[in-house]
């Protein structure tokens, strides 16, 4: 009897219902059939009053009535009542459809063409909409995930307060590295939320300011310590998080630490700051030895030692960028090449830092020159060869006026007139010549792999005179000097009496040549040379008296910039001078005209230049000084061969003879 009854309530509700359908409050657009979500017509209503009605009866009428398709979890089960006196949209009735659905503990989840209906607790594994805005909406009143950032409060605090105000079906959830929300609710409850979130998250909520002095410790390191510790607790600053407001700030005045915190994050570190804040026995640890490995400990202790420095806590005064205490003191011990340094453990960290970037090895420059003076006579009535023919191995070099200043040389009897359009400018010049140095020849231009490779080829020129080709190996940074050359007397005082010599006093002076160069290589390998020249010689024309010797002195001073293994030259005209003589019979040379019979005269023209040329070669490791050693062992022993050829006879080439070490000249 009972379940007849159901039935037919059942039957009597749907009947209603169909009646209430039939007749329609339409305006305007009557004839616009109902469909989906993006179809309803917010001119078309209905009424729905439903008494007692079964929930399934109730979802079959809202999908005819939306054109949506629904899948129902067999989960979904109980009667719901309505009550809407008055007319409502399409739209106002399916969300009323989802509040009936709330009450009841279930909700929509929406899935392609389709809308499941399950269990709200389940609705959180669902694939459910998830909003990343703080103010975004939902048009349905749903489940959805909704991530919220917090600008000043804290994520932890948040939650504990929102955790009341939600349903025991919704999620709430926090992240402090981003110091979020994440909220799966309601859209409709999740909008109060945020309503009440924008009223409370305010600049300064919940903080406080402190005060904390620091007896023993540093504040600076403490305060550094404690952004480190609390680190993971704040916003990173990322987009989409926002930056906790928890700051240490150390006040190295009065030694302190300035506190903007929460009061459990205040409480918190103001036991921490307890525990790390103890006075540490004074004793041995204090003292401490670095071993140097290639720096040199008396000029390191220096640059420490000019390292600026700052009072201690509580001390007057403030010092700019302090970097260690006063109190820290270092030493160098030049027996064992180490430093002695007294200093607190954290402060000898910093300077052991430091010591560790400074004693690093330098790189060394072994540096090839070739000092060589060059003189050029031009005679009107002869003329003057001064090209010269050698051979290295299977390679011909000439020397031609590209290394003299002033005009072209002159009438040449066998090299022809390759010189004529050959100058440079006279007085000083500065050349740089790359990977090789190259000569014009009456064959082309001949290329020379190295200075030694120039030298082997000219040293025989009868016009270039080559006064030294010394080579240098010094430490980056440091000046190198090398001195060839004599003790020369040179007479300063002396005495007579009645025409006869008492005493006389001299002083010996060095004359000769003295080269000192110092170079500083870059990261890229280039070469700065500092370079002081100064060649001095006996000048013995105008030396009158050997006790009073007159000398004749060239000095260049220069620095110059080259590529590593590149060669630079400096040099220009040192001398330039005229001379014309003329020879004749006394009285017969005289006659005009005739005179020409019985005289001859001829003019010179005398051109002194200097040049000096540089190769510096980058020596920053062991493998790199090994081949610069090979390379000038293969020279000797080619020397003691006889392979390289020097000398010219008769356009014949001979070997040089075999010489032992101490028989190679300059």
């Given at each position: 009897m009972n379940m007849q009854r159901s039935i037919f309530r059942r039957y009597t509700v749907l009947l209603a219902v169909a009646l209430y359908l039939s007749f329609p409050v339409v305006s305007g657009v009557a004839q616009t059939p109902v469909g989906s979500?993006?179809?309803?017509?917010?001119?078309?209503?209905?009424?729905?009053?439903?008494?007692?009605?079964?929930?399934?009866?109730?979802i079959k009428f809202?999908?005819?009535?939306?054109?949506?398709?629904?899948?129902?979890?067999?989960?979904?089960?109980?009667?719901?009542?309505?009550?809407?006196?008055?007319?409502?949209?399409?739209?106002?009735?399916?969300r009323v459809?989802?509040?009936?659905?709330?009450?009841?503990?279930?909700?929509?989840?929406?899935?392609?063409?389709?809308?499941?209906?399950?269990?709200?607790?389940?609705?959180?594994?669902?694939?459910?909409?998830?909003?990343?805005k703080r103010n975004a909406q939902s048009p349905e009143d749903r489940v959805v995930t909704q991530i919220i950032p917090l600008t000043y409060a804290d994520a932890d605090q948040i939650?504990?307060?929102?955790?009341?105000?939600?349903?025991?079906?919704?999620?709430i959830l926090s992240y402090p590295a981003t110091n979020m929300l994440i909220v799966t609710d309601v859209q409709s409850n999740i909008s109060r939320l945020i309503r009440i979130l924008d009223a409370i998250d305010i600049t300064g909520i919940g903080h406080e300011i402190s005060v904390v002095p620091i007896i023993y410790s540093d504040a600076a390191k403490m305060a550094q310590l404690l952004e480190?510790?609390?680190?993971?607790?704040?916003?990173?600053?990322?987009?989409?998080?926002?930056?906790?407001?928890?700051?240490?700030?150390?006040?190295?005045?009065?030694?302190?630490?300035?506190?903007?915190?929460?009061?459990?994050?205040?409480?918190?570190?103001?036991?921490?700051?307890?525990?790390?804040?103890?006075?540490?026995?004074?004793?041995?640890?204090?003292?401490?030895?670095?071993?140097?490995?290639?720096?040199?400990?008396?000029?390191?202790?220096?640059?420490?030692?000019?390292?600026?420095?700052?009072?201690?806590?509580?001390a007057p005064g403030k010092k700019a960028a302090p970097v260690v205490p006063e109190s820290v003191k270092i030493t160098a011990d030049k027996a064992t090449n180490s430093l002695i340094i007294m200093a607190e453990k954290d402060d000898y960290m910093v300077l052991e830092e430091v010591i560790r970037k400074l004693d690093i090895p330098r790189s060394m420059v072994f540096i090839e020159s070739v000092i060589m003076e060059v003189n050029v006579e031009k005679d009107f009535s002869v003329g003057v060869e001064w090209a010269a023919f050698s051979e290295i191995g299977n390679q011909e070099g000439i020397f031609g006026t590209g290394f003299s200043g002033g005009d072209a040389g002159g009438q040449f009897a066998n090299t022809g007139d390759f010189l004529n359009n050959a100058t440079l400018p006279s007085g000083f010049s500065v050349g740089a010549f790359k990977d090789i140095i190259s000569v014009t020849t009456p064959d082309g231009v001949k290329n020379f792999a190295s200075l030694s490779a120039m030298v082997q080829a000219f040293s025989k020129d009868k016009d270039v005179h080559f006064l030294s080709t010394p080579q240098l190996l010094t430490t980056d940074n440091e000046e190198a000097t090398i001195v060839v050359g004599k003790n020369v007397p040179f007479q300063t005082r002396s005495a007579a009496e009645a025409g006869i010599e008492t005493y006389q006093s001299f002083e010996y002076r060095d004359?000769?040549?003295?080269?000192?160069?110092?170079?500083?290589?870059?990261?890229?390998?280039?070469?700065?040379?500092?370079?002081?020249?100064?060649?001095?010689?006996?000048?013995?024309?105008?030396?009158?008296?050997?006790?009073?010797?007159?000398?004749?002195?060239?000095?260049?001073?220069?620095?110059?910039?080259?590529?590593?293994?590149?060669?630079?030259?400096?040099?220009?005209?040192?001398?330039?001078?005229?001379?014309?003589?003329e020879y004749k019979v006394p009285f017969l040379g005289d006659i005009p005209l005739l005179g020409w019979l019985f005289k001859s005269r001829s003019t010179a023209t005398e051109k002194s230049n200097l040049f000096i040329f540089l190769?510096?070669?980058?020596?920053?490791?062991?493998?790199?000084?090994?081949?610069?050693?090979?390379?000038?062992?293969?020279?000797?022993?080619?020397?003691?061969?006889?392979?390289?050829?020097?000398?010219?006879?008769?356009?014949?080439?001979?070997d040089a003879p075999a010489r032992r070490p101490a028989e190679i000249p300059d």
């Amino acid at each position: 009897m009972n379940m007849q009854r159901s039935i037919f309530r059942r039957y009597t509700v749907l009947l209603a219902v169909a009646l209430y359908l039939s007749f329609p409050v339409v305006s305007g657009v009557a004839q616009t059939p109902v469909g989906s979500d993006r179809n309803r017509s917010p001119d078309r209503y209905v009424t729905i009053n439903l008494n007692d009605v079964d929930i399934n009866v109730f979802i079959k009428f809202i999908s005819e009535l939306t054109d949506t398709n629904f899948i129902v979890d067999d989960r979904v089960k109980g009667n719901v009542t309505i009550i809407s006196p008055s007319r409502i949209s399409i739209n106002e009735a399916f969300r009323v459809f989802e509040s009936v659905l709330e009450v009841n503990g279930f909700t929509t989840v929406p899935s392609g063409k389709v809308t499941k209906i399950v269990p709200a607790p389940d609705a959180r594994t669902k694939d459910i909409k998830t909003l990343l805005k703080r103010n975004a909406q939902s048009p349905e009143d749903r489940v959805v995930t909704q991530i919220i950032p917090l600008t000043y409060a804290d994520a932890d605090q948040i939650k504990r307060l929102f955790t009341p105000l939600v349903s025991k079906n919704s999620v709430i959830l926090s992240y402090p590295a981003t110091n979020m929300l994440i909220v799966t609710d309601v859209q409709s409850n999740i909008s109060r939320l945020i309503r009440i979130l924008d009223a409370i998250d305010i600049t300064g909520i919940g903080h406080e300011i402190s005060v904390v002095p620091i007896i023993y410790s540093d504040a600076a390191k403490m305060a550094q310590l404690l952004e480190t510790v609390f680190a993971p607790s704040r916003g990173k600053g990322q987009k989409g998080a926002a930056v906790k407001t928890l700051k240490f700030v150390p006040e190295e005045r009065t030694n302190t630490i300035v506190m903007l915190a929460s009061e459990v994050d205040t409480e918190r570190a103001r036991r921490l700051i307890a525990m790390l804040d103890k006075e540490v026995p004074e004793g041995k640890e204090k003292i401490h030895v670095y071993y140097l490995e290639n720096a040199q400990s008396e000029d390191l202790a220096k640059v420490l030692q000019a390292l600026p420095t700052k009072a201690p806590a509580g001390a007057p005064g403030k010092k700019a960028a302090p970097v260690v205490p006063e109190s820290v003191k270092i030493t160098a011990d030049k027996a064992t090449n180490s430093l002695i340094i007294m200093a607190e453990k954290d402060d000898y960290m910093v300077l052991e830092e430091v010591i560790r970037k400074l004693d690093i090895p330098r790189s060394m420059v072994f540096i090839e020159s070739v000092i060589m003076e060059v003189n050029v006579e031009k005679d009107f009535s002869v003329g003057v060869e001064w090209a010269a023919f050698s051979e290295i191995g299977n390679q011909e070099g000439i020397f031609g006026t590209g290394f003299s200043g002033g005009d072209a040389g002159g009438q040449f009897a066998n090299t022809g007139d390759f010189l004529n359009n050959a100058t440079l400018p006279s007085g000083f010049s500065v050349g740089a010549f790359k990977d090789i140095i190259s000569v014009t020849t009456p064959d082309g231009v001949k290329n020379f792999a190295s200075l030694s490779a120039m030298v082997q080829a000219f040293s025989k020129d009868k016009d270039v005179h080559f006064l030294s080709t010394p080579q240098l190996l010094t430490t980056d940074n440091e000046e190198a000097t090398i001195v060839v050359g004599k003790n020369v007397p040179f007479q300063t005082r002396s005495a007579a009496e009645a025409g006869i010599e008492t005493y006389q006093s001299f002083e010996y002076r060095d004359v000769g040549i003295t080269l000192k160069i110092t170079p500083h290589v870059t990261q890229e390998r280039m070469v700065q040379l500092d370079i002081s020249e100064e060649i001095s010689k006996v000048d013995e024309l105008a030396t009158t008296t050997p006790d009073r010797p007159t000398t004749l002195k060239r000095t260049i001073e220069t620095s110059v910039i080259v590529a590593d293994q590149n060669t630079v030259v400096i040099g220009g005209l040192i001398d330039d001078s005229f001379t014309e003589t003329e020879y004749k019979v006394p009285f017969l040379g005289d006659i005009p005209l005739l005179g020409w019979l019985f005289k001859s005269r001829s003019t010179a023209t005398e051109k002194s230049n200097l040049f000096i040329f540089l190769t510096p070669k980058v020596v920053a490791n062991p493998s790199e000084s090994a081949a610069i050693l090979r390379d000038k062992q293969n020279y000797m022993d080619e020397l003691r061969q006889g392979s390289i050829k020097l000398y010219e006879d008769n356009g014949r080439r001979t070997d040089a003879p075999a010489r032992r070490p101490a028989e190679i000249p300059d």
